[in-house]
């Protein structure tokens, strides 16, 4: 079983909808997720930082973690066309170096 | 806002020729990285770097690899002798402290070997 899988779409939705990015993990004792933002020809963009199980809201963006189910998501609301990338989940390895294990990454247009 | 810088943007190199990939991270950060990411792959950790020596290290940087921070701004990928399956995206990353803190990218650098 992968670390971390992630549905890597693509995902088009029209202008305005409200967009879900999921991914699962296998090891229970990841405790801190993250979701970046990947721009064509661009690097990773920290977009969300999360901490154990709940919901984190940023502007147009909410992260939830159940980690009893072992599953993160990001909300996109109002979903907008520069809002279309590839969106990564990412999950440091826990008593290292901070490794971070990546979500094969979703690909999302939004179109208008 | 500060940003992790990565140059050159593009690298063309022949096979067996070596290469060397700079970075200049946040200038406040302490643990420095090195990521890939093969077309169409995930993003895969290489290398974390902290207080002037490898800290962790994946399987795929092997001997042919190496890390360096020659100054106090600049860190850098070297590889000895390049493969055709070398060619990837390469990011650069830091943060300001281990552990779980966020990481933050530069915008990487694409190897190409001939």
């Known amino acids: 079983q992968k670390e971390v899988e992630q549905d890597p779409g693509p995902l088009s939705v029209p202008e305005g909808a409200i967009v879900s990015l999921n991914c699962t993990y296998s090891n229970s004792a990841f405790q801190y997720f993250m979701w970046y933002r990947q721009y064509s020809r661009k690097g990773p963009e920290l977009l969300m930082y999360t901490y154990s199980s709940g919901n984190k809201e940023d502007g147009r963006f909410t992260a939830q973690v159940d980690k009893s189910s072992k599953y993160i998501s990001l909300f996109i609301r109002d979903s907008q066309p520069s809002d279309s990338a590839t969106y990564l989940c990412a999950i440091p390895r826990p008593g290292g170096y901070n490794k971070l294990i990546f979500g094969a990454g979703t690909r999302l247009a939004v179109h208008p | 806002e500060p940003e992790v810088t990565q140059t050159p943007s593009h690298q063309v190199t022949q096979m067996g020729q070596e290469v060397i990939l700079r970075c200049v991270p946040i200038s406040n950060h302490l643990y420095f990285y090195w990521y890939r990411q093969i077309l169409g792959q995930k993003v895969e950790f290489l290398v974390s770097f902290y207080n002037n020596e490898i800290s962790e290290k994946s399987e795929i940087f092997d001997d042919q690899f190496s890390v360096e921070r020659p100054d106090g701004s600049n860190f850098t990928l070297k590889i000895r002798s390049t493969k055709l399956e070398d060619s990837a995206m390469y990011f650069c990353?830091?943060?300001?402290?281990?552990?779980?803190?966020?990481?933050?990218f530069g915008d990487g650098t694409r190897l190409s070997i001939l």
């Open positions: 990353a830091s943060s300001e402290a281990g552990g779980e803190e966020p990481q933050h």
